[in-house]
C-alpha cells in the first residue's frame, strides 16, 4: 500500500494561461504540516535548493512524475513506499524505505529528507536520486546497487549489511557497516565493510550472483518471517 494513500489532500489547482518550457501547472502550494503536498517543479526545486547544495550534482525533474513534499516526521512500522520526486521536511521512520518501483519503467525520481532515515531496511532504486541532510540508521540491510542511483548522505551512514556493488554512497561523516559488498566514499576515502566479502557472503546466505533484485527478495521474506 502506498504510503501516499494516508496523507492524500486535495489542493486547488490553478492552469496558467500562457503554458512554459518549466511547467503549467499550478499556484504556489502552502505547505500545512502533516500532509503530502502536490506542487509545481518550480516550487519543489525551490523547496529543495532551500536545504540542498545541488550545484555539483546533476539533477532533474522529468515532465510526467508527480511531485510531492511532506512537512513533518513520517513513523511507520510497515513497509514505505517513496515514488516519483518526493521531499520530506522531518525524519522517515520505518520498517522498510523501499524506493524500488514493481516496474522498471516507473524508476527514477528523488527523495530529499532534511532530517534522519531510520529503518530495519533500506533500498534505491534505478535512476533514483537521494539526499539526505541527516543520517542514514539502517538496522539491517542498505541495498543501493541500483544503476545510475545516486544516495548522499551528510551526517553518519550505520548498518549491518551494505549492499552497493558499484555504486558507492556519499557520505560526510561516520561510515558504520559490519558486513556487506561495496563501498562508502567519504571525504574522497573509500570505506569498505569490517569483514571482508566471503564473510559478508556467508553471513547472508548469498553468492556471487546476488544482485539488487535479489537483495530485495531477501529482506522481503525476512519481513514476513519476522
Keep these: 500500500m502506498k504510503l ?10 490553478e ?18 504540516p502533516n500532509a503530502f503536498h502536490d506542487v509545481s517543479k518550480k516550487q519543489y526545486m525551490k523547496e529543495v535548493q532551500d536545504y540542498f547544495d545541488l550545484e555539483k550534482y546533476g539533477f532533474g525533474i522529468s515532465e510526467d512524475q508527480k511531485i510531492k513534499v511532506f512537512v513533518g516526521d513520517i513513523n511507520s512500522e510497515k513497509e514505505i513506499n517513496f515514488s ?19 516496474n522498471y519503467r516507473d524508476s527514477g525520481g528523488s527523495l530529499f529528507v532534511t532530517g534522519n532515515i531510520e529503518s ?28 545510475n542511483s545516486f544516495l548522499y548522505v551528510k551526517k553518519d551512514l550505520v548498518t549491518e549489511y551494505f549492499h552497493g556493488i558499484d555504486i558507492e ?41 546476488c544482485n539488487s533484485e535479489i537483495m530485495n527478495k531477501i529482506i522481503k521474506n525476512r519481513i514476513v518471517e519476522g
Excluded at 89 to 102: A, D, F, I, Y
Excluded at 120 to 145: A, C, H, P, Q, R
Aim: charged share 30%; glycine share 6%.
Design 4 to 13: 501516499f494513500n494516508l496523507f492524500r489532500k486535495k489542493q486547488k489547482l
Design 15 to 32: 492552469e496558467k494561461t500562457n503554458k512554459t518550457s518549466d511547467d503549467f501547472l499550478i499556484e504556489k502550494i502552502e505547505l500545512t
Design 120 to 147: 530495519d531496511y533500506f533500498s534505491n532504486d534505478f535512476e533514483k536520486f537521494v539526499m539526505l541532510n541527516g543520517s542514514l540508521i539502517v538496522e539491517k540491510i542498505i541495498n543501493t546497487e541500483f544503476e
Design 84 to 102: 516519483d520526486h518526493l521531499l520530506v521536511v522531518g525524519n522517515v521512520k520505518s520498517k522498510w524505505v523501499n524506493l524500488t518501483s514493481e
Design 169 to 209: 554512497a556519499e557520505v560526510l561523516g561516520n561510515v558504520k557497516m559490519n558486513y556487506g559488498w561495496g563501498c562508502c566514499l567519504s571525504n574522497e576515502k573509500k570505506i569498505f565493510p569490517k569483514n571482508d566479502l566471503n564473510t559478508s557472503m556467508k553471513f547472508l546466505g548469498i553468492d556471487e550472483n
